[in-house]
């Protein structure tokens, strides 16, 4: 992520390195912090503020710019305040300490998945009050928890609830995919996730002795099958010039459990997949 210059530097991007600082990291986010972060950025805004909590330590926030015509269905723009876990060692610099370099780079956990967005909304928001614009639509900001984990205790029971129904969004964006240059496309929802998990089980015993229909032996033929059908829709997105991502199914093997001592022959052993 990159700013304008390391001499003097735009309040919105000190606003951005406040943001990253605040470790909302999984598996353990300090969700407490993002949520007193945006009551303040609200307050500065001139904004209204919800706070929805869907399940007990998961705080949906709502910052709203109340349109001229109430009448009309609202524009929601969404970002979730959760970020991925972190390997410090393969860092040049600390995740979490938003360090800018001289060229105005920006190092963090979070500066593209996907706190750049939120900050984005505020920024825009921002401008267009100073500028003095008013719309007839209400615009809606939702800053919600768990994205990287399913969105469980998040979105999927915030839409449940009659705070969410209250909003009367006719119009959403959310994230996209991260860019390599200082662009920011926006797409169209073109592919949803679907994640799956497979257990197999078999025959446990030592592993000093050649078992036959073992849970490794049946795993091992599920995960052939999804990676070769995996390179069955890469070929046909790289041999068709015409297709775009969204019309083939993208799928990873994210993770693989099983197994108790290096001398024990699991009975059960799991692969997940990531399918978009």
Same mark, same amino acid.
């Given at each position: ?37 945006? *009551?303040?950025? #609200?307050?500065?805004? $001139? ?8 399940? !007990?330590?998961?705080?949906? /926030? &709502? ?99 009659? *705070?969410?129904? #209250?909003?009367?969004? $006719? ?8 860019? !390599?240059?200082?662009?920011? /496309? &926006? ?90």
């Amino acid at each position: 992520m990159t700013s304008k210059g390391p001499e003097e530097e735009h309040p919105s991007v000190t606003l951005f390195r406040q943001y990253l600082r605040i470790r909302t990291v999984q598996p353990k986010p300090d969700y407490g912090a993002a949520v007193a972060f945006f *009551e303040e950025t #609200a307050r500065q805004l $001139g904004l209204g503020c919800q706070k929805v909590e869907v399940a !007990p330590g998961y705080v949906v /926030t &709502v910052l709203t710019w109340p349109g001229t015509n109430p009448t009309l269905s609202s524009i929601l723009l969404n970002s979730h305040t959760d970020v991925v876990p972190v390997f410090k060692e393969h860092w040049s610099h600390d995740p979490f300490e938003a360090f800018k370099d001289s060229e105005g780079y920006i190092y963090a956990r979070g500066a593209q998945d996907m706190k750049c967005v939120s900050i984005q909304y505020l920024e825009a928001v921002r401008r267009l009050k100073v500028e003095g614009h008013r719309f007839p639509r209400t615009i809606h900001m939702t800053f919600v928890p768990d994205e990287e984990v399913g969105g469980h205790q998040g979105m999927e029971l915030f839409v449940q609830r009659p *705070e969410f129904h #209250a909003l009367r969004a $006719g119009f959403a964006l959310d994230e996209g995919i991260a860019n !390599p240059t200082d662009a920011f /496309t &926006v797409f169209y929802s073109e592919r949803s996730p679907w994640w799956v998990r497979v257990t197999s089980t078999g025959r446990p015993g030592h592993a000093s002795r050649f078992m036959e229909d073992t849970a490794a032996e049946k795993l091992h033929k599920v995960v052939n099958s999804i990676l070769a059908f995996r390179e069955k829709e890469w070929q046909r997105l790289q041999s068709n010039p015409h297709l775009k991502e969204g019309s083939v199914t993208s799928v990873n093997l994210t993770k693989l459990e099983g197994g108790v001592a290096y001398n024990v022959i699991p009975a059960t052993m799991s692969a997940s997949f990531d399918f978009r």
